[in-house]
């Protein structure tokens, strides 16, 4: 099966369906099923690293939140992310799409009055809302991989990649 390498706590919204795409730079061929791995750098570095101003983790916090329906408090989901499991496979799914990021301008694209939308390249339209918005790089250029089947797994340690890379179960 192959896998994909993704940063905590991004491995994890994923997992439990809190975000639907998970955006990166490159883009991909393959279709079929995909393990999700998350990767083994701690959350508190990732964060230091994506969101170096404490005001923007506490905004990061609170799209988190909203993501999980607002049942937990910024500073439980705080906790819950230096929980979150690293260097193991976490959940797996189907990879259906890759697509291009084709069209936004500025913070967010407006289309047909106040819609924001996310023009991808294959001709679809896909509206995120705040939380996806916030969990993800939605940058003109970049690429929305699209999963169907999430499963949550008991994780599974294992070594990660950079690229798709090989998983036997």
């Given at each position: 099966?192959?896998a994909?390498?993704?940063?905590?706590?991004?491995?994890?919204l994923?997992?439990?369906?809190?975000?639907?795409?998970?955006?990166?730079?490159?883009?991909?061929?393959?279709?079929?099923?995909?393990?999700?791995?998350?990767?083994?750098?701690k959350?508190?570095?990732?964060?230091?690293?994506?969101?170096?101003?404490?005001?923007?983790?506490?905004?990061?916090?609170?799209?988190?939140?909203?993501?999980?329906?607002?049942?937990?408090?910024?500073?439980?989901?705080?906790?819950i992310?230096?929980?979150?499991?690293?260097?193991?496979?976490?959940?797996?799914?189907?990879?259906?799409g890759?697509?291009?990021?084709?069209?936004?301008?500025?913070?967010?694209?407006?289309?047909?009055?106040?819609?924001?939308?996310?023009?991808?390249?294959?001709?679809?339209?896909?509206?995120?809302?705040?939380?996806?918005?916030?969990?993800?790089d939605?940058?003109?250029?970049?690429?929305?991989?699209?999963?169907?089947?999430?499963?949550?797994?008991?994780?599974?340690?294992?070594?990660?990649?950079?690229?798709?890379w090989?998983?036997?179960?």
């Amino acid at each position: 099966m192959k896998a994909i390498t993704i940063w905590q706590p991004w491995a994890s919204l994923l997992a439990h369906r809190a975000k639907t795409y998970e955006t990166r730079s490159w883009e991909t061929a393959y279709r079929g099923p995909i393990a999700i791995h998350a990767a083994a750098i701690k959350v508190p570095q990732v964060l230091k690293r994506c969101f170096p101003e404490a005001k923007d983790q506490m905004m990061f916090f609170d799209a988190i939140a909203k993501g999980l329906h607002g049942c937990y408090t910024t500073k439980e989901i705080e906790r819950i992310l230096n929980e979150l499991p690293t260097g193991c496979v976490v959940a797996t799914a189907n990879l259906v799409g890759c697509h291009k990021i084709a069209a936004i301008h500025g913070e967010r694209a407006r289309c047909f009055g106040n819609d924001p939308f996310i023009g991808l390249g294959d001709g679809k339209t896909y509206t995120p809302d705040d939380t996806e918005y916030a969990l993800g790089d939605w940058s003109n250029g970049r690429f929305a991989w699209e999963f169907s089947g999430m499963k949550l797994i008991d994780p599974v340690p294992v070594k990660g990649k950079q690229g798709l890379w090989r998983w036997e179960p």
